[in-house]
């Protein structure tokens, strides 16, 4: 819909200027979910809402300028919008305030009163993060990264409102070779940047596998859960918000202890959550109330998951079951465990002992995968072979294992001709079936 000029009564002033037409345009990009992390914050779309404003600098005085408002709200209305300008030359600021307008117009949650309030504090920060942008881009000597977008929050909603500065790699899309449109919320000396896909290519030596830091880094986290274990480390954690108080300490996954060879993709380390407590003593009486508040707030949303109505009284055992499925501390006698997921015995049990221990008493070792004492007799093709081929005489071939201690008792008790072929290893013996 055009917003047309007001007072347009030919004994009017404003008759006399002359209108430019422009669109504000809604886009909505969207990335496949990867780490979300630091910068990468603003491509996260269920928590927070990012909005990029694309700024018009076309110089041409025939095409009419399209504005464009770069979104990751699937729910966001994408329709057009027609504006008019009393200049063809529009500036940044006058661009950015009218995004901002088409901003607080497609969202629904924050009130007139406190768009007004804050609508030039927003306008004055894209307007110099503007600066910002330019200047970290047509820099050549620091390596330093700057963010294309700044926070702003109201209660408990979150906007990421920025810069459109696109990622501009080549990519391919439909099995054409193009560039890639994602916006980046990064950029780096010498114009670079990059989206959530190519900034590997900006930070090359922070995604080769087996670096020597990453390894440090984890060898020293490694080594403080070792330690926290070994002596009997507790952490006492206590949580203003709902006036609670708990400990938490290492143990051994119990899995791993009793069956260590048959568990290599488990966890090797759980951490503990218990002596659950409450911590009213040293707050106000209407800190009390609001923590009590909060304190039933959560036990009825648990109630919620179960289906249970919140007129129902529970038994202690049921409120422990509940707690122990959703892993939440509800009564003092209850305990709770998480798995340590990063330490894992398939990735630490064969590296060095000085960088990755293995909690005492077990060694590597003892956790080993133990071969059987009894013979390990498989068949090793078992593809019907071609006839007079290398893999017809393997197939009617058997592998014995070395762990048997009399070999000759064993070969006698088969009626076998004993051969020695030079392709195989000393810790195996051929036979082949007597014709």
């Known amino acids: 819909m055009a917003l047309i000029p007001k007072n347009t009564s030919p004994h009017h002033k404003s008759t006399l200027k002359k209108y430019f037409p422009f669109l504000i345009d809604t886009k909505i990009f969207h990335v496949t979910r990867h780490d979300l992390q630091g910068h990468n914050k603003f491509y996260e779309n269920h928590r927070s809402k990012t909005f ?32 008019f300008s009393t200049s063809h030359s529009m500036n940044d600021k006058y661009q950015i305030s009218k995004l901002l307008t088409h901003f607080f117009h497609l969202q629904r949650v924050i009130p007139k ?22 200047n970290r ?58 989206c ?26 490694y080594k403080q859960i070792c330690r926290n274990y070994t002596e ?7 949580s203003h918000r709902l006036g609670i108080s708990y400990t938490t300490e290492y143990a051994i996954n119990t899995k791993y202890v009793r069956h260590p060879q048959h568990h290599y993709d488990k966890c090797m380390y759980r951490k503990l959550f218990l002596h659950y407590r409450f911590s009213d003593t040293a707050y106000k009486p209407s800190t009390i109330r609001k923590q009590v508040v909060r304190r039933t707030r959560r036990l009825h949303r648990l109630m919620t998951l179960e289906n249970i109505s919140r ?16 892993r939440v501390l509800i009564t003092q006698e209850q305990l709770y465990y998480k798995l340590i997921p990063h330490i894992k015995t398939n990735r630490y049990l064969f590296k060095k002992d000085t960088s990755h221990p293995v909690a005492p008493p077990w060694t590597r070792d003892t956790h080993r995968q133990v071969h059987s004492a009894m013979p390990n007799i498989t068949w090793r093709s078992m593809i019907l072979p071609r006839p007079g081929s290398w893999s017809e005489y393997r197939s009617s071939h058997l592998y014995l294992n070395n762990y048997v201690n009399n070999r000759q008792q064993f070969i006698s008790s088969f009626n076998f001709d004993f051969h020695s072929h030079p392709l195989m290893l000393d810790s195996f013996i051929l036979f082949s079936l007597s014709t």
């Open 311 to 326: 007129d129902e009284t529970l038994t202690p055992e049921q409120w422990i079951n509940l707690g122990q499925k959703y």
């Open 52 to 83: 990029l404003f694309e700024i018009d600098r076309s110089t041409s005085r025939t095409n009419p300028k399209t504005l464009r408002l770069h979104t990751n709200d699937p729910r966001v209305n994408t329709s057009p919008k027609q504006l």
């Open 137 to 194: 881009a047509t820099s050549t000597r620091s390596n330093r990264t700057t963010k294309t977008f700044v926070n702003f929050t109201y209660k408990k909603y979150r906007f990421h409102l920025g810069i459109f500065v696109p990622c501009n790699h080549p990519t391919v899309e439909n099995r054409r070779f193009t560039t890639c449109t994602i916006p980046s919320p990064i950029i780096l000396s010498n114009n670079r940047r990059g």
């Open 196 to 221: 959530l896909e190519h900034q590997k290519l900006l930070f090359p030596e922070n995604f080769l596998r087996g670096n020597q830091m990453d390894i440090d880094q984890q060898s020293e986290a």
């Open 232 to 238: 009997h480390h507790f952490k006492h954690v206590t």
């Open 113 to 134: 009163r406190t768009q007004h309030k804050y609508f030039n504090r927003i306008r004055t920060l894209l307007m110099s993060r503007i600066t910002i942008i330019k």
